[in-house]
């Protein structure tokens, strides 16, 4: 069994900067996409950024040049810095592992930007 675990979360203000961390356990296939989903109250959960146990990225247009997601493959880690942080960035973002035949995501953790 998968399990996904968050943190970093947080309340900041507009244009600070925040690092969200996802630790996978379990039994981790070598081939997979970890990603950052986020889903903001009344709204449907949107990808954010994924990227590949070979490190190719993908981000939403709405956070690219803002956010870096970056992984450990030893550590079965995957991170999301994200910076110039804006109030429509607050939702709960989870984290998601994609082995192709089945997907795992975290319990979420709180983003918060006040303006």
């Known amino acids: 069994q998968v399990q996904l675990v968050e943190s970093g979360g947080g309340l900041v203000q507009t244009g600070e900067s925040l690092r969200l961390s996802c630790v996978a356990s379990?039994?981790?296939?070598?081939?997979?996409?970890m990603g950052w989903y986020r889903q903001a109250p009344g709204k449907q959960r949107e990808l954010v950024a994924t990227?590949?146990?070979?490190?190719?990225?993908n981000y939403v247009d709405s956070v690219r040049g803002r956010f870096t997601i970056s992984r450990d493959n030893a550590k079965n880690m995957v991170y999301l810095q994200m910076s110039s942080l804006k109030p429509e960035d607050t939702a709960v973002y989870y984290c998601?592992?994609?082995?192709?035949?089945?997907?795992?995501w975290g319990q979420g953790t709180q983003v918060t930007v006040s303006s």
């Open positions: 998601n592992l994609d082995i192709g035949i089945r997907q795992y």
């Open positions: 990227i590949s146990s070979g490190g190719r990225t």
């Open positions: 379990g039994t981790i296939f070598r081939f997979n996409v």
